[in-house]
C-alpha cells in the first residue's frame, strides 16, 4: 500500500506518518525531514532551500521531486510508502504522477488531515517551545499558512476527482486520529 498524507503545518503529519508507517510496515518519507537533513548537513542541495524553508516558501520543484521522488520509486518496490509532505501542489502532484505510474507506485489512499487554523496555530507555537524549529516563528507560521491555503489546498479537490482521498478529523489527540485512519484504509482496502 501506498499512503499521501497532506495537511497543513500543524496537523499532525510528521506524529501520524511515523505511527502509522510503524503499525502499517510501510516506509516513512518525510520531505521536510529529508531538506532539513540536507540543510544540517550543509549540502549544496542544503544551501539552495535554506532561504525557501526561513521563509516558509515552498522550494523549487525540481530540488523536491529530485530529492523525494527515487525514494518514492524504492518504497512502492518494497514494503510501500507513507509519504508526508510532498507532493505540495497539483503541480508537483503532476510531475510525481507522471514518474510512478509507469512503476506501478501512484498512491493508493490520500489522507488530508483536516484542522481548524486556530487550533493549527496553538499546536505551531507550542511546538516551538519544544523543538526550536526556525520556521516556527510567526512571520513564517503566517507564511506556510498562506502557501498551504493557495498551492496545497487544491490537492484536495484533485485527488477527490481521483477517488482516493479521505478527510481525517484530525482536531482530536493523536492517538485517536491514527485509530481513525487505520480504520479509514481498512475500509478503503
Ligand atoms: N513538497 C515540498 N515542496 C516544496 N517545499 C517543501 C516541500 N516539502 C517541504 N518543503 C519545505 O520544507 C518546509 C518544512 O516542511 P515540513 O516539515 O513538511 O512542514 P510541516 O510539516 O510543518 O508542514 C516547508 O515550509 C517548505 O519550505
Ligand atoms: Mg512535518
Redesign the pocket.
Known amino acids: 500500500m501506498n499512503v499521501l498524507l497532506i ?5 499532525g ?2 506524529t501520524q506518518g511515523e505511527r502509522l508507517a510503524a503499525r502499517l510496515g510501510l516506509e516513512h518519507i ?4 529529508l ?2 537533513a540536507e540543510v544540517r548537513a550543509g549540502t549544496p542541495l542544503g544551501r539552495q ?1 535554506v532561504e ?2 526561513q ?7 525540481v ?2 521531486i529530485s530529492l ?1 521522488m527515487p525514494k518514492v520509486l524504492a518504497a512502492a518496490s518494497g514494503a510501500g510508502y507513507l509519504l ?6 497539483v503541480e ?1 502532484a503532476r510531475e510525481a504522477r507522471a514518474l510512478a505510474e509507469r512503476v506501478g507506485a501512484s498512491p493508493d489512499a490520500v489522507l488530508y488531515l483536516d484542522v481548524p487554523r486556530e487550533e493549527l496555530i496553538r499546536r ?1 507555537l507550542h511546538r516551538a517551545e519544544i523543538e526550536g524549529r526556525a ?1 516556527d516563528n510567526p512571520q513564517t507560521v503566517a507564511n ?1 499558512l498562506q ?2 491555503n493557495d498551492a496545497t489546498a487544491p490537492l484536495i479537490d484533485y485527488y477527490r476527482g481521483r477517488g482516493i482521498l479521505h478527510v481525517i478529523d484530525a482536531d482530536k489527540d493523536a492517538d485517536e486520529v491514527t485509530e481513525a485512519i487505520i480504520g479509514v484504509l481498512q475500509a478503503a482496502a
Open positions: 495537511g497543513p503545518p500543524g496537523s503529519k510528521g518525510a520531505a521536510g525531514d531538506l532539513r532551500v525557501f524553508m521563509r516558509g516558501d515552498l522550494v523549487p520543484d530540488i523536491i523525494v508526508d509532505g510532498f507532493p505540495r501542489s508537483q505551531i520556521d506556510r502557501v498551504f
